[in-house]
């Protein structure tokens, strides 16, 4: 099986794109740094892109079948209306929604030769916005009515497209996220990387009779 996906760097990314590798995928990587996940991954073909840079995205050059493409890179800057600047609207709509979109069109020739599937790794705020997270929930919201136009667009021609909703995950950006929060971080007390990977498998592993459009993960 040949997978696409961003955001191999660290957190649920980094997981998923090594349990596709031990399993036998063949793994198609867009990264910012290639050098940062070459080692880590000598076997996948790793292709270099900005993702705030819809130029580098549209020059990507793509296999001619994909089975999957996931999306899962991503970036935060919390604050209040109030305080958050052009760069971090700009910045957040950039990464975790538009280059999901170009990217997503480079890869449909080769998905709809597959009949592939396209996973968005999305948010509990891409399905409700609290004080602080305007930009990134706005974002996210965005990359749900995405996944929703797609799939119906694409339904005829054998593509299927499902949201992943995690809740907080205890990687990289919650850390980030509680530090601007002034709050203690403790990995335990939520969900693993390695949860969300599980449910992402059983959605690139699902039989051809059936879809799963949405799925909501959530911390006990």
Do not use: C
Request: charged content about 25%.
């Amino acid at each position: 099986m040949k997978r696409l996906l961003t955001g191999a760097g660290s957190g649920i990314g980094r997981d998923l794109a090594r349990r596709l590798r031990d399993r036998g995928d063949e793994l198609w990587l867009v990264v910012r740094d290639a050098a940062r996940v070459a080692d880590e991954f000598p076997d996948a073909h790793v292709l270099e892109a900005d993702l705030t840079d819809g130029t580098a995205i549209a020059g990507l050059r793509l296999p001619d079948r994909l089975d999957s493409v996931v999306h899962v890179a991503g970036m935060v800057e919390l604050g209040p209306v109030a305080d958050l600047d052009e760069a971090a609207w700009t910045g957040q709509l950039a990464v975790n929604l538009v280059a999901p979109a170009l990217l997503t069109r480079a890869a449909l020739p080769a998905l709809r030769a597959a009949g592939g599937t396209v996973v968005l790794v999305n948010s509990g705020a891409g399905l409700r916005a609290s004080p602080g997270w305007s930009a990134y929930a706005a974002s996210k919201f965005g990359l749900r009515a995405l996944a929703d136009a797609l799939r119906a667009e694409e339904r005829e021609n054998g593509v299927r497209v499902t949201s992943v909703f995690p809740g907080r995950t205890a990687t990289p950006m919650q850390e980030k996220v509680h530090r601007h929060e002034g709050k203690e971080y403790v990995d335990a007390d939520w969900i693993r990387p390695d949860t969300v990977v599980d449910v992402i498998v059983s959605v690139l592993d699902l039989p051809a009779d059936a879809t799963v459009p949405e799925v909501s993960i959530s911390p006990r």
